[in-house]
C-alpha cells in the first residue's frame, strides 16, 4: 500500500466555478469577479472588515509588514519553529527577526520570552498558529500594547482554528493566510491578508498590484509588487471556501481516529493538545517521540518510508538554519525548546480522502517498528 503524505482535493463544484473563470477568459489577477468575491466572503468568513489576496502565504506576509510600515533596521519577534517563508518575508524587508523560543506543547510562541528581546528598535511580533493550534493571544497583546508594537499573524496552517470564539486572522493587526495545495483550504498557490485597518488594506492592495499612479497609471506611487492572485485561483479558492466546514471536520475525524489508534503508546508519544481556549483544526497530524524514542525519529520515518508510507519532519527552526548561522546572525542552542521539537516530531498523512483502511496501515506499521525499537 501507498499512502502519501498529502495529496490536494479537487471537487467537481470546484471545477465548474474555474470553467466559469476560463469561459469567461478572466484569468488573470485584474479582471473577474471572482478576485472580490472571494476576498469578501473570505473577510466575513474570518471576521473582519478586510481581506486582500495575493499570490501565496510568503508575499502575503511581505505584503502584511510592508502596507504596515515595517522597514529596513526594525526589529520583528518571530516565532523561531515555522515554515522558513515566515522569516524570510521579514528579511525582504531588510529587517531583522529575532527568533523566540516556543512552547512544547502548542509549539508556538512562548510568550514569556518577549519582553527580554525588546529594544527600542522592535517593532512587531509575528506570531504563527502553528499546525492549527492557536496561539495564546492574550499576553501577547499585553506586551505588544506596553510597548507599542504590531502584532502579526501567520494563519497558514490555521484556517477556521478559534481562540476565545473569535477566529485566527482577526486577533491582532494583520492576519497572514495561505491556499497553497496541501493546506487546509487551497487554490493551488494563493494568499491573504486580513485585516480591520482600512488604512493597511489599501495600501496592501495596492503594493500588491504595482502600485499603479491613481491619476496617472503608469507614474507609480511607490515600489510596488506583483503579488496579484489570478481569477482562476480566486474559484478554485472561493469554492473551497465554501466547503470549508466539510474539510475542516474530515481532518479532525482524521486525527481523531489516529489518537484512537495510537492512544496506548501515549508513554512514548505526545499527541496533538488543545487548550481550553482554543478551537485548534489539524493541518497535518504531528506526533512528538519522546523516552526511547526521542532520537529513533530517522530510524522509525525510514521503516514506513520502506513500507509505502511518506511522513514529513517537523519544520528546522531559524536558530538552527546553516545560512543565518553562517552569518553570525543566530546560535543554534538559542532555542532549545524549537531544537527538540524540530528533532523528534514528524507528521502522518494528512489529506482529506485518505481512508480508514490507509490510516489503520499507517498506524500498524508505526507500532510495529516501535515494538520493534522498544523489545530491543
Ligand atoms: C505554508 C506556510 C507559509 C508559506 O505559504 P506559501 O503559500 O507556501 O508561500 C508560511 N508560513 C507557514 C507557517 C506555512 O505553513
Given at each position: 500500500m501507498k499512502v502519501p503524505v498529502s495529496i490536494p482535493f479537487v471537487s467537481n463544484d470546484d471545477k465548474k466555478i474555474v470553467n466559469k473563470a476560463l469561459d469567461k477568459s478572466a484569468i488573470s489577477g485584474v479582471y473577474g469577479n471572482f478576485i472580490s468575491d472571494f476576498e469578501n466572503n473570505f473577510a466575513n468568513y474570518i471576521g473582519v472588515k478586510y481581506a486582500v489576496t495575493c499570490s501565496?502565504?510568503?508575499?502575503?506576509?511581505?505584503?502584511?509588514?510592508?502596507?504596515?510600515?515595517?522597514?529596513?533596521?526594525?526589529?520583528?519577534l518571530v516565532s523561531t519553529l515555522t515554515n522558513m517563508a515566515t522569516f524570510f518575508a521579514v528579511i525582504y524587508l531588510g529587517a531583522i527577526p529575532i527568533p523566540i523560543d516556543v512552547e512544547y506543547d502548542t509549539m508556538n510562541i512562548n510568550?514569556?520570552?518577549?519582553?527580554?528581546?525588546?529594544?527600542?528598535?522592535?517593532?512587531?511580533?509575528?506570531v504563527v498558529h502553528l499546525f492549527g493550534h492557536p496561539v495564546d493571544m492574550d499576553p501577547i497583546k499585553t506586551i505588544a500594547k506596553k510597548y507599542n508594537l504590531l502584532v502579526f499573524e501567520d494563519c497558514a496552517e490555521?484556517?477556521?482554528?478559534?481562540?476565545?470564539?473569535?477566529?485566527?486572522?482577526?486577533?491582532?493587526?494583520?492576519?497572514?493566510?495561505?491556499?497553497?495545495?496541501?493546506?487546509?483550504?487551497?487554490?493551488?498557490?494563493?494568499?491573504?491578508?486580513?485585516?480591520?485597518?482600512?488604512?493597511?488594506?489599501?495600501?496592501?492592495h495596492k503594493l500588491k498590484n504595482l502600485s499603479f499612479g491613481k491619476k496617472n497609471r503608469f507614474m507609480h506611487d511607490d515600489i510596488g509588487?506583483?503579488?496579484?492572485?489570478?481569477?482562476?485561483?480566486?474559484?478554485?479558492g472561493l469554492s473551497q471556501l465554501n466547503n470549508i466546514g466539510f474539510y475542516i471536520q474530515r481532518r479532525k475525524d482524521i486525527a481523531?481516529?489516529?489518537?484512537?489508534?495510537?492512544?496506548d503508546l501515549s508513554e512514548f508519544i505526545d499527541f496533538p493538545i488543545e487548550k481550553k481556549w482554543a478551537k485548534s483544526v489539524t493541518w497535518?497530524?504531528?506526533?512528538?517521540?519522546?523516552?526511547?524514542?526521542?532520537?529513533?525519529?530517522?530510524?522509525?520515518?525510514?521503516?514506513?518510508?520502506?513500507?509505502?508510507?511518506?511522513t514529513r519532519n517537523n519544520?528546522?527552526?531559524?536558530?538552527?538554519?546553516?545560512?543565518?548561522?553562517?552569518?553570525?546572525?543566530?546560535?543554534?542552542?538559542?532555542?532549545?525548546?524549537?531544537?527538540?521539537?524540530?528533532?523528534?516530531?514528524?507528521?502522518?498523512?494528512?489529506?482529506?480522502?485518505?481512508n480508514e483502511k490507509q490510516i489503520l496501515y499507517v498506524t500498524k506499521k508505526l507500532k510495529e517498528i516501535i515494538k520493534k525499537i522498544i523489545t530491543n
Amino acid at each position: 500500500m501507498k499512502v502519501p503524505v498529502s495529496i490536494p482535493f479537487v471537487s467537481n463544484d470546484d471545477k465548474k466555478i474555474v470553467n466559469k473563470a476560463l469561459d469567461k477568459s478572466a484569468i488573470s489577477g485584474v479582471y473577474g469577479n471572482f478576485i472580490s468575491d472571494f476576498e469578501n466572503n473570505f473577510a466575513n468568513y474570518i471576521g473582519v472588515k478586510y481581506a486582500v489576496t495575493c499570490s501565496n502565504g510568503t508575499t502575503a506576509i511581505h505584503l502584511a509588514l510592508a502596507a504596515s510600515g515595517i522597514k529596513k533596521g526594525d526589529e520583528v519577534l518571530v516565532s523561531t519553529l515555522t515554515n522558513m517563508a515566515t522569516f524570510f518575508a521579514v528579511i525582504y524587508l531588510g529587517a531583522i527577526p529575532i527568533p523566540i523560543d516556543v512552547e512544547y506543547d502548542t509549539m508556538n510562541i512562548n510568550s514569556d520570552l518577549l519582553v527580554s528581546k525588546i529594544t527600542s528598535k522592535t517593532k512587531a511580533i509575528l506570531v504563527v498558529h502553528l499546525f492549527g493550534h492557536p496561539v495564546d493571544m492574550d499576553p501577547i497583546k499585553t506586551i505588544a500594547k506596553k510597548y507599542n508594537l504590531l502584532v502579526f499573524e501567520d494563519c497558514a496552517e490555521a484556517h477556521g482554528a478559534e481562540y476565545k470564539n473569535k477566529k485566527v486572522g482577526s486577533l491582532a493587526d494583520v492576519g497572514c493566510f495561505s491556499f497553497f495545495s496541501n493546506k487546509i483550504i487551497t487554490s493551488g498557490e494563493g494568499g491573504m491578508i486580513t485585516t480591520n485597518n482600512m488604512k493597511i488594506a489599501r495600501l496592501a492592495h495596492k503594493l500588491k498590484n504595482l502600485s499603479f499612479g491613481k491619476k496617472n497609471r503608469f507614474m507609480h506611487d511607490d515600489i510596488g509588487f506583483n503579488y496579484r492572485m489570478t481569477n482562476l485561483q480566486a474559484a478554485l479558492g472561493l469554492s473551497q471556501l465554501n466547503n470549508i466546514g466539510f474539510y475542516i471536520q474530515r481532518r479532525k475525524d482524521i486525527a481523531s481516529l489516529y489518537m484512537k489508534n495510537l492512544i496506548d503508546l501515549s508513554e512514548f508519544i505526545d499527541f496533538p493538545i488543545e487548550k481550553k481556549w482554543a478551537k485548534s483544526v489539524t493541518w497535518m497530524y504531528l506526533i512528538k517521540l519522546k523516552g526511547p524514542l526521542a532520537n529513533k525519529r530517522k530510524f522509525i520515518t525510514d521503516y514506513l518510508s520502506e513500507n509505502g508510507i511518506e511522513t514529513r519532519n517537523n519544520f528546522i527552526p531559524f536558530n538552527a538554519q546553516k545560512i543565518f548561522i553562517k552569518d553570525g546572525l543566530v546560535k543554534l542552542n538559542e532555542c532549545p525548546v524549537a531544537n527538540k521539537l524540530a528533532n523528534s516530531s514528524f507528521y502522518l498523512p494528512t489529506f482529506v480522502e485518505i481512508n480508514e483502511k490507509q490510516i489503520l496501515y499507517v498506524t500498524k506499521k508505526l507500532k510495529e517498528i516501535i515494538k520493534k525499537i522498544i523489545t530491543n
